[in-house]
């Protein structure tokens, strides 16, 4: 561990999951280079403190209410967070950038906040401190999202929610259906941008965003990891008793399915999945969120071919510690939502990937693991029985899958030099 450097650090992270993860473990990385780190964050999924003992915390007070919270429109809870931080958020650093306000902390020397909020420069610049953004969805959507208005005045832009499988011209190998979201913030009006993703895997990426944009980009490269004070970031309870589990399992014989910290399942989805799974023959340690499902006795409801492949080779948890799941011998396939942390998570530890994006960035993260890096299978038709049947044989079963697995392992490597 280096010094401590007399320079304190503002971080505020976004509190959805994905990037409260990527925020904290630029923390730990800055932490390591001799930084002070004070964590600003809101009162709706606060961090642990005590995961983190060499932080300082500050939390604002966000007025989300529990029924905001734990509303399923993500997209309102996001322009709400928005709203309701802004007030708060700027109280906050304005005493902590007074000369009284910091105790005996040493002086801010920059903020980082996730790019999420739209305030944060503003109020930076208003205050006169230095201010980053930190993307923590990689380099590849960023710049398709930097180009969208530029397409979107040509006409060429698809409507969002297409399902087209148009090929989008000017972004092969993107289909029309891939792109989920128009990304609306704007990088440069930042004066700098860290950015969740490293060199290795996102050169071209990287090098196109830095001839676009006048703003310099920082990679952190595979942040989760860094190991120093390494510790979870995670606000749900984590059943680490699927480790053991899988332990018993052969290698390379599980698919693990989780589809992150916001996507929701329609009754019908999960009966699919439940039936998929069945259908597979293969072991399979299933994540369901307590609030990804709406009817608290879903599983008792399932058919009995499902419960009796439950009973025989499958696990259903909560959630998990999902960078060791990743990493143990047993996974055989990550059946994912394409979530850029689940991405690189698995890209780490070089496990194929069955894409399945939900929402957001993740219909252009899917399309690059499948497509461009040729490292998973995209189930292109969705959920439905032969495509998912078709795809989990072409990953564990057939020769595809050994190739597929051996690229996987290769960008297995580059990621453990670049960190
Ligand atoms: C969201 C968006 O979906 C994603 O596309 C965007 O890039 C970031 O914000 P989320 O949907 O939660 O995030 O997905 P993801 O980015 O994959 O993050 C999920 C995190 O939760 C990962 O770090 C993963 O390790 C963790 N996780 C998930 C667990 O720790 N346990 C679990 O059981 C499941």
Same mark, same amino acid.
């Given at each position: 561990?280096?010094?401590?450097?007399?320079?304190?650090?503002?971080?505020?992270?976004?509190?959805?999951?994905?990037?409260?993860?990527?925020?904290?473990?630029?923390?730990?990385?800055?932490?390591?280079?001799?930084?002070?780190?004070?964590?600003?964050?809101?009162?709706?999924?606060?961090?642990?403190?005590?995961s983190?003992?060499?932080f300082?915390?500050?939390?604002?007070?966000?007025?989300?209410?529990?029924?905001?919270?734990?509303?399923?429109?993500?997209?309102?809870?996001?322009?709400?967070?928005?709203?309701?931080?802004?007030?708060?958020?700027?109280e906050?650093?304005?005493?902590?950038?007074?000369?009284?306000?910091?105790?005996?902390?040493?002086?801010?020397?920059?903020?980082?906040?996730?790019?999420?909020?739209?305030?944060?420069?503003?109020?930076?610049?208003?205050?006169?401190?230095?201010?980053?953004?930190?993307?923590?969805?990689?380099?590849?959507?960023?710049?398709?999202?930097?180009?969208?208005?530029?397409?979107?005045?040509?006409?060429?832009?698809?409507?969002?929610?297409?399902r087209? +499988?148009?090929?989008?011209?000017?972004?092969?190998?993107?289909?029309?259906?891939?792109?989920?979201?128009v990304?609306?913030?704007?990088?440069?009006?930042?004066?700098?941008?860290?950015?969740?993703?490293?060199?290795?895997?996102?050169?071209?990426?990287?090098?196109?965003?830095?001839?676009?944009?006048?703003?310099p980009?920082?990679?952190?490269?595979?942040?989760?990891?860094?190991?120093?004070?390494?510790?979870?970031?995670?606000?749900?309870?984590?059943?680490?008793?699927?480790?053991?589990?899988?332990?018993?399992?052969?290698?390379?014989?599980?698919?693990?399915?989780?589809?992150?910290?916001?996507?929701?399942?329609?009754?019908?989805?999960?009966?699919?999945?439940?039936?998929?799974?069945?259908?597979?023959?293969?072991?399979?340690?299933?994540?369901?969120?307590?609030?990804?499902?709406h009817?608290?006795?879903?599983?008792?409801?399932?058919?009995?071919?499902?419960?009796?492949?439950?009973?025989?080779?499958g696990?259903?948890?909560?959630?998990?510690?999902?960078?060791?799941?990743?990493?143990?011998?047993?996974?055989?396939?990550?059946?994912?939502?394409?979530?850029?942390?689940?991405?690189?998570?698995?890209?780490?530890?070089?496990?194929?990937?069955?894409?399945?994006?939900?929402f957001?960035?993740?219909?252009?993260?899917?399309?690059?693991?499948?497509?461009?890096?040729?490292?998973?299978?995209?189930?292109?038709?969705?959920?439905?029985?032969?495509?998912?049947?078709?795809?989990?044989?072409?990953?564990?079963? +057939?020769?595809?899958?050994?190739e597929?697995?051996?690229?996987?392992l290769?960008?297995?490597?580059?990621?453990?030099?670049?960190?």
């Amino acid at each position: 561990m280096n010094p401590r450097n007399n320079l304190r650090l503002m971080l505020f992270p976004h509190p959805f999951q994905g990037h409260m993860n990527s925020m904290l473990q630029l923390g730990r990385i800055l932490y390591a280079r001799g930084f002070s780190i004070t964590i600003v964050h809101t009162n709706f999924n606060a961090p642990d403190p005590s995961s983190h003992p060499h932080f300082a915390f500050r939390s604002i007070a966000d007025g989300i209410d529990q029924s905001e919270a734990s509303t399923p429109d993500v997209r309102g809870l996001l322009a709400l967070l928005d709203v309701r931080c802004a007030a708060p958020f700027e109280e906050c650093m304005r005493e902590m950038v007074s000369p009284r306000g910091g105790g005996d902390a040493a002086p801010i020397a920059c903020l980082i906040s996730d790019s999420m909020f739209s305030f944060t420069s503003s109020v930076a610049q208003r205050l006169k401190v230095r201010a980053l953004v930190l993307r923590t969805g990689g380099a590849a959507f960023l710049y398709v999202a930097t180009l969208f208005p530029v397409l979107k005045e040509k006409g060429h832009v698809p409507v969002l929610g297409s399902r087209s +499988e148009e090929p989008m011209k000017e972004f092969l190998p993107l289909l029309v259906k891939d792109i989920l979201t128009v990304d609306p913030q704007k990088p440069e009006s930042s004066s700098g941008v860290i950015i969740n993703t490293f060199e290795e895997l996102e050169h071209f990426d990287l090098a196109l965003l830095r001839e676009a944009l006048p703003v310099p980009f920082f990679p952190t490269g595979p942040s989760h990891k860094f190991h120093v004070a390494s510790s979870s970031s995670s606000s749900l309870a984590e059943d680490r008793s699927c480790i053991s589990w899988l332990d018993k399992q052969s290698p390379k014989s599980v698919i693990y399915v989780s589809f992150g910290s916001l996507a929701a399942l329609s009754k019908a989805e999960i009966l699919e999945i439940a039936l998929d799974l069945a259908d597979s023959e293969q072991s399979f340690l299933w994540v369901v969120r307590a609030r990804s499902v709406h009817d608290p006795e879903w599983l008792e409801k399932l058919p009995s071919r499902f419960l009796e492949a439950l009973e025989g080779r499958g696990n259903i948890v909560k959630w998990t510690p999902q960078k060791e799941v990743l990493a143990r011998p047993a996974v055989g396939a990550f059946w994912t939502h394409s979530g850029w942390n689940s991405t690189l998570e698995s890209i780490s530890e070089g496990a194929p990937m069955l894409c399945m994006p939900r929402f957001a960035d993740q219909g252009v993260k899917a399309r690059y693991v499948s497509d461009v890096r040729r490292i998973g299978v995209h189930l292109n038709g969705g959920l439905e029985r032969e495509n998912i049947a078709r795809a989990i044989k072409r990953l564990l079963v +057939e020769r595809e899958g050994e190739e597929i697995k051996e690229r996987a392992l290769a960008m297995k490597e580059k990621a453990s030099v670049s960190v």
